[in-house]
């Protein structure tokens, strides 16, 4: 099993920038992909980014260009680089780890972007 911890949340005004963590830890595959999907309330948790463990990197389109996603393979840590914020982009951010076997989730952080 493996657990991840987020942060990096918060409150920001709309064109503002956000960074947001996801550490994992425990039982840990060298190959793996590291994501972010974001919910809003009485809506389904939707895609955002990914990287896999090779660094290939797959958007969502209402955020690219403006949101980056890396990680850091020594620290098994994965961010999210969030640029020009928009209103729309607020949410409950939550970080996914995926590996043969495991598909776990984080205790979600929340980003609010105020207009």
């Known amino acids: 099993q493996v657990q991840l911890v987020e942060s990096g949340g918060g409150l920001v005004q709309a064109g503002g920038s956000l960074r947001l963590s996801c550490a994992a830890s425990?039982?840990?595959?060298?190959?793996?992909?590291m994501g972010w999907y974001r919910q809003t309330p009485g809506n389904q948790r939707e895609f955002v980014a990914r990287?896999?463990?090779?660094?290939?990197?797959i958007f969502d389109a209402s955020v690219k260009g403006r949101f980056t996603i890396s990680r850091d393979n020594a620290k098994n840590t994965v961010y999210l680089q969030m640029n020009s914020l928009k209103p729309e982009d607020t949410a409950v951010y939550y970080c996914?780890?995926?590996?043969?076997?495991?598909?776990?989730w984080g205790q979600g952080t929340q980003v609010t972007v105020s207009s």
């Open positions: 425990g039982s840990i595959s060298s190959i793996n992909d």
């Open positions: 996914n780890w995926k590996q043969m076997g495991d598909n776990s």
């Open positions: 990287v896999t463990s090779s660094g290939t990197t």
